[in-house]
Nanobody, 115 residues
């Protein structure tokens, strides 16, 4: 069983920044893609960004140019640098880690952006 743990959420004013971290308890050679999703209250979980094992990144249009996903393979950790935050970015952010064809989820970290 792969354990996934997110951290770094919090309360920030509009226009501010946060960096989320996602640590996976798995050998770095087994981890494929790592991704971030967001889920606002009463809404579905939406894909935000992902990064492949060789560093290729993709973003949802709503965060392109504001968020940056990265990973440190030596630490089995992915990051989501979130800049120019908006109230509509308020959500619980989940990390997903793909290992040998299976997806593992963390418990999420709350991001609240005040106007």
């Amino acid at each position: 069983q792969v354990q996934v743990a997110e951290s770094g959420g919090g309360l920030v004013q509009a226009g501010g920044s946060l960096t989320l971290s996602c640590a996976a308890s798995e050998n770095r050679f087994s981890i494929d893609a790592m991704a971030w999703f967001s889920q606002a209250p009463g809404k579905q979980r939406d894909w935000v960004a992902h990064i492949t094992s060789d560093g290729i990144t993709r973003y949802d249009d709503s965060v392109k140019g504001r968020f940056t996903i990265s990973r440190d393979n030596a630490k089995n950790t992915a990051y989501l640098q979130m800049n120019s935050l908006r109230p509509e970015d308020t959500a619980n952010y989940y990390c997903a880690v793909d290992v040998r064809g299976r997806r593992y989820w963390g418990q999420g970290t709350q991001v609240t952006v005040s106007s």
